[in-house]
């Protein structure tokens, strides 16, 4: 078991690019998570997956924002022409239970 | 609207003694809690759950305790040691429902352990 994790650590664009991030949870696990946190917050939920279906979205997680899982293991999250408030930590969980298990986070920056 | 809130940003204790952190919320449908703590660069790292059906959980030297008629829950840390120095979440679900399980975390509360 090698836990959750998540890549690129760190990624830098400019405004109006697109970007792509990449999750692999726990091999057994079929629930997955993507949250989104910011400086002084909690992670807040954006969307999750139940093997792969998508089952819920957030209201956070705008048109511009679309999520896959395909075959129900690795996730991508992709994000579009990024905007400013885009800046956050995207962190991926997975878990079976109520018990979530969180990789280390996409630290993205939009210049 | 925050659902959960952890109204102190900050803890300092020292080496040996206890820490408390305090964590309520609002939302009566909540019915399983947990902590979380996390270190800088890194993601959140479970630490201890409590289903509402239970007013004490216990895991070596961090204890969680529910007072469901204050919504209200606190996690004790004793002996607390400087590697306890992190930024501790709390977190809580509606087992119930469509909620699928999602988190609904706290601020976040630093507690910083001196030696």
């Known amino acids: 078991d090698t836990g959750v994790s998540q890549d690129p650590r760190h990624k830098i664009t400019k405004r109006g690019q697109n970007v792509t991030f990449r999750c692999d949870p726990i091999?057994?696990?079929?629930?997955l998570y993507w949250y989104r946190q910011t400086l002084g917050q909690g992670p807040e939920f954006l969307t999750y997956f139940q093997n792969e279906a998508q089952l819920e979205k957030s209201r956070l997680l705008s048109d511009r924002f679309s999520a896959e899982r395909p075959k129900g293991s690795f996730s991508t999250l992709e994000i579009q022409r990024t905007e400013q408030g885009d800046s956050a930590m995207y962190l991926c969980?997975?878990?079976?239970?109520?018990?979530?298990?969180f990789g280390p986070g996409t630290r993205l920056t939009v210049t | 609207d925050q659902q959960v809130k952890q109204n102190s940003p900050s803890l300092s204790v020292q080496e040996g003694r206890i820490s408390i952190l305090n964590c309520d919320y609002t939302n009566s449908m909540f019915d399983y809690f947990l902590w979380y703590k996390k270190y800088p660069a890194e993601g959140p790292t479970f630490l201890i759950s409590?289903?509402?059906?239970?007013d004490k959980n216990e895991d070596g030297r961090f204890t969680v305790f529910l007072n469901k008629s204050a919504k209200h829950l606190s996690l004790h840390i004793v002996p607390s040691q400087p590697g306890d120095s992190a930024v501790y979440f709390c977190a809580a679900v509606d087992a119930g429902g469509t909620s699928y399980g999602k988190l609904t975390f706290g601020q976040g509360t630093i507690l910083t352990v001196h030696p």
């Open positions: 409590i289903s509402s059906i239970k």
């Open positions: 091999s057994e696990h079929n629930r």
């Open positions: 969980a997975s878990g079976t239970g109520y018990e979530q298990y």
